[in-house]
Nanobody, 123 residues
Framework: QLQLVESGGGLVQPGGSLRLSCLAS????????IGWFRQAPGKEREAVSC????????NYADSVKGRFTVSKSNAKNTVYLQMNSLKPEDTAVYYC????????????????WGQGTQVTVSS
């Protein structure tokens, strides 16, 4: 059974950092792309970034470029989203999702989703 579990969310002050983790079980990251998405209250789900089996990555949201970095550990079957210089507008539930095809900012393309982790940026 394929499963994704996010962790690492929480409350952080503006300018602070968090590292989110996405642990995959039931499959290996060698064959799946992992996308990070976020959804703020009252807004549509937004693609943040994506990492390929090769380790190559794409940032989709212009607002996070230069601040967020996606990486992975094949040994731990885990993908990370390092978030620096956080802003109140980064507040959202963050999700990771898996797909066997290719990175895409289109959420319905992804077959498997985690339950999400809340990130709140506030003073």
């Amino acid at each position: 059974q394929l499963q994704l579990v996010e962790s690492g969310g929480g409350l952080v002050q503006p300018g602070g950092s968090l590292r989110l983790s996405c642990l995959a079980s039931g499959f290996t990251l060698d064959y799946y792309v992992i996308g990070w998405f976020r959804q703020a209250p009252g807004k549509e789900r937004e693609a943040v970034s994506c990492i390929r089996p090769s380790g190559g990555s794409t940032n989709y949201a212009d607002s996070v470029k230069g601040r967020f970095t996606v990486s992975k550990s094949n040994a731990k079957n885990t993908v990370y989203l390092q978030m620096n210089s956080l802003k109140p507008e980064d507040t959202a539930v963050y999700y990771c999702a898996a797909d066997r095809r290719y990175c895409s900012p289109y959420a319905p393309r992804y077959d498997y989703w985690g339950q999400g982790t809340q990130v709140t940026v506030s003073s």
